[in-house]
């Protein structure tokens, strides 16, 4: 299928497009008889625009660009707007799903016509510094969206540990068909909170532990150091002691006995 950037470009680009085949039991991601494969999609042709070509085909009713095509078909697709967004940068694969299987037909013989215009005057494709810009304000994260999608995955995340720590405390106890009795992590000490708090004391036991278990005065001049400091220190409180004394005696408040 032959395709050109613009009317100004002379040379065609060649975009090779199949029946996608589907095998028997996989998932709907790319339903069979409906989706078209695409290959040597070139950058700058994005999704918006393999619509705007292959609407004339048919109702598109969705288009999966990646960057080399998949063995098996998706288990789930991920519909955050914020999280594991994956940029295909160079030529991609694109999966067009048609909403009825005529469309397939009709985008293959497409071929039989001239070469398709990707960018035009009514839905130009940007590039250059224009490009950039949307590139980047789309990138800005709007915080309240972003919180709203966090707090929603939250609450579905706390709803499912709910309900597995209900199931397992139904199970609890209760042996199977066999008599078997399933154990579960809870027992009656609970382990410890992981907080700053928790993680500090731990690297201080830790570092009491490493310190007891050092060998001190192993080496003789070690224990020569031992001794010399322990001097410096009985004679640094000895004279503290007389100046004490001198202090009291001064004030009359010197009492022996």
Not at 19 to 32: C, D, K, M, S, Y
Not at 151 to 179: F, R, S
Not at 217 to 236: D, G, S
């Amino acid at each position: 299928l032959a395709v050109k950037f613009g009317e100004r470009q002379r040379s065609p680009h060649c975009l090779l497009v199949k029946e996608h085949q589907v095998r028997e039991g996989a998932g709907t991601t790319h339903p069979a008889r409906r989706t078209l494969f695409v290959l040597n999609v070139p950058p700058y042709c994005s999704r918006d625009s393999l619509v705007r070509l292959f609407s004339r085909c048919g109702h598109v009713q969705s288009v999966y660009l990646c960057d080399k095509p998949e063995l098996g078909e998706k288990k789930e697709k991920s519909t955050s707007k914020f999280f594991n967004r994956k940029t295909v940068t160079g030529f991609h694969v694109a999966y067009v799903v048609f909403r009825k299987p005529a469309g397939v037909q009709a985008a293959k013989a497409l071929s039989q016509e001239g070469p398709l215009l990707i960018s035009t005057e009514s839905h130009p494709v940007k590039t250059g510094i224009s490009k950039w810009i949307a590139s980047y304000a789309a990138s800005v994260v709007d915080p309240k969206e972003l919180k709203a999608e966090v707090d929603a995955y939250m609450q579905d995340y706390d709803k499912k540990i709910a309900e597995e720590e209900a199931k397992a405390a139904q199970e609890e106890g209760v042996p199977d068909e066999e008599g078997w009795v399933k154990v579960t992590r809870k027992g009656r000490k609970p382990g410890l909170p992981r907080t700053e708090a928790a993680s500090l004391r731990v690297l201080e036991k830790e570092k009491q532990k490493r310190a007891r278990k050092e060998l001190l005065n192993f080496y003789a001049w070690q224990h020569r150091e031992t001794k010399r400091e322990h001097i410096a220190q009985l004679r640094k409180k000895f004279e503290e002691d007389k100046q004490r004394i001198a202090l009291m005696r001064a004030q009359r408040k010197f009492r022996p006995y």
